[in-house]
């Protein structure tokens, strides 16, 4: 017994020993830990630019990370059976989880230990004699070593018991995985049961779609209703001649078939009813708005920020749409009017300026906002159109002048090919193309007949009025030739002077302030300001152009001012009390049309054969173009025309084609906030400060 305490105490000597000498070793461990710092090493990448300064080397750049992913799905739909519709689904979660592991260590500082912790050791009898000291042995020698000493874990501690007595711990409910039943049920065991299938066969499958296949295909459909139509109503004919070649007839049968025709008649006269006409039109639209969505939005809310900060004040035009037709292909646009009552609706007159090649007809397609890719409806003429105007106060009346001097009226609410009016008299309509075309629009006139005046290349200007069932006309004016070395008023025009002939009138546009009061452009390049009360003479000559004048503007705002443009290349604005331009601007290629802006006085757009748009605003620079472009590639522009409403104007073309432009904030600045709000004193106070710069013979060189 004492061999053996002698050999625990010896053991437990060597144990204490050892443990004071590895104690220093730890503190210094422990304190070289502590000192460590963190040593900065700077690498130099491989493609880093050499001779870079020091302030160049430290300037932070910062880079914004996201945690958005991009795998994520987005727009996602499902379809819901009880409303009949896709309904979209919240935006998807943004989280991608790499790495997921349940935690199994608790903090030790809480009172709650975890569920697979050692549970701490139960009282026993002979727990007490363990941890009592030992009694000193006999003789007086001191108490003998244990053999062995177990160290508890540090994890768990094993705390003393109070008393002998003491109970079995009770363990404490874990939040985390804790879960109270209300009642006991049966769990079924999970069973795992494989099934093989085989895959669905797959077919690889590809096909084109285009709107003419599509027609095609429906076409077929139509056709073969059509024949299985004949077929059902060939056996019903020969099913009533079986019946009626016997002794009885079947009342029963021959209801029957008759309910059948019923039921096929109704759903003929569903497919062709206006209601279902005008669903379909809605739905055509709908579709090409959002086909075409990104150019609406930019026709209703695109700015440029950019204008603002040109210190010239010039702008730019936003192409749009371009309108064109399968029927005008490589056709001439001879003219564009805007409808005075839809302002998104406007009509295209087709024809040509090659006088070799009239033999192909006429074409008048209507076109809308709304659906920019089709005509709303067309109409076809046996002669090229030359040009047309929709009636100011009736806007379902349009007016069409043909190549072969004749013409008609259309209403465009019958959407048929026959005019309601045509002058087919060969002694009654003019002999040569008839070039423009403009409706009376007087408020005097309420109770008097619907009258429209036209000018041609024979030479004269005449009224067309409509009467009960023909077109009825009367002379108003003939263009006689006139001297072009009349330079003033005083100058008298007498018989040596006045050539004998007439003038092919090109052109001509009635005074909005005066409805008497009109101005003609010719083929000579004269321009003359005339009268409807007083038709035997001119009352002002201007020796305007020196080639053909190609149209004459009145000023919407001035009743003192008109423009003219001229295949010489220049437009030149006028004023009618003086034979002088006051501006002329050469614009270096034969110009088409002329069109003056409806929101300022002193804005108007031209057009010329080499493919450019110009825009003039005077009150910003009298010299140049605020803004210019070119429409089209080898090809010629031949009309003009601005929206009453919308900051657009539309450019025809030689090929069949019809592109709309938005104007830029620079190339619509206007002096109220819309065009209804301005006032026309204003504008006119602007035109006449120019006209006043203008008249200066030194102002402009």
Known sequence: M???????????????????????????????????????????????????????LSEEFTKALNANNPQAPMNQVLFDFALGQFVPMPPSDQIAVHFSMQETIIPTQTSEPAPDAP???????????????????????????????????????????DSPNTQKAKALKNQFNFSERASQTFNNPARDRMVATEPPPTVNFSGLCSQFILFDAYLAIFREGKELKAQKDQQQASTRKQHSEEDGEDPASDMIIADADDRDEKAHKIMSSDAMKRAMKVMERIVNLNAEEDIFHDFK??????????????????????FASPKAKRRTVTSIKWNPHYPDMFAVAFGSY????????????????????????????????MCLAFHPQHPALLAVGLYDGSVCVYDVRLKNNMPIYQSLDPKVKHTDPVWEVHWQSSADDIGKEINFFSVSADGR???WIMSKNELVNEEIMELKLVSRKVTNDQTEIDDERTMVGLAGGTCFDFNPFSEHLFVVGTDEGSIHTCSKAYNSQYLTN?????????????????????????ADWTVRLWESTTREPLLSFDLGSAVGDIAWAPYSSTAFAAVTADGKVFLFDLNVNKYEAVGQQRVIKK??????????????????DDRGGVMSLKLSPNLRRMSAK????????????????????????????
């Open 354 to 385: 090659d006088f070799m090649q009239q033999s192909g007809g006429g074409l008048i397609c209507c076109y809308s906002l709304k659906n920019t890719s089709h005509p709303e409806f067309s109409f076809t003429t046996t002669s090229g159109i």
């Open 674 to 701: 819309t065009i209804k709000e301005i006032k026309k004193d204003v504008e006119i106070a602007k035109l006449d400060a120019i006209m006043a710069i203008a008249a200066k013979k030194d102002a402009f060189p």
């Open 119 to 161: 549970k701490p050791a139960e009282a026993s009898p002979a727990a007490p004699a363990a941890s009592e000291p030992e009694r000193p042995a006999p003789g007086g020698s001191a108490p003998a070593e244990p053999a062995a000493i177990v160290d508890a874990p540090v994890e768990a501690p094993v705390q003393p018991p």
């Open 542 to 566: 201007f020796a305007g152009h020196h080639m053909a004048v190609y149209a004459v503007k009145w000023n919407p705002f001035h009743r003192g001012v008109f423009l003219s443009c001229s």
């Open 2 to 56: 004492v061999n053996v305490q002698a050999a625990a105490k010896k053991k437990k000597e060597k144990a204490e020993k050892k443990k004071e000498d590895d104690a220093p070793a730890e503190e210094d461990a422990l304190s070289e830990v502590e000192d460590l710092e963190p040593i900065e090493v700077h690498m130099v990448p491989d493609d880093q630019i050499k001779g870079l300064t020091e302030e160049q």
């Open 635 to 652: 090809g010629k522009l031949t009309h003009v025309v601005f929206n009453s409403i919308d900051p657009i104007l539309l450019c025809g």
């Open 461 to 463: 200007v005449t009224d």
């Open 301 to 322: 809310y695109f700015e440029d920020d950019n204008d603002k900060s040109r210190e010239d004040g010039a702008g730019f035009f936003l192409p749009l749409w371009r």
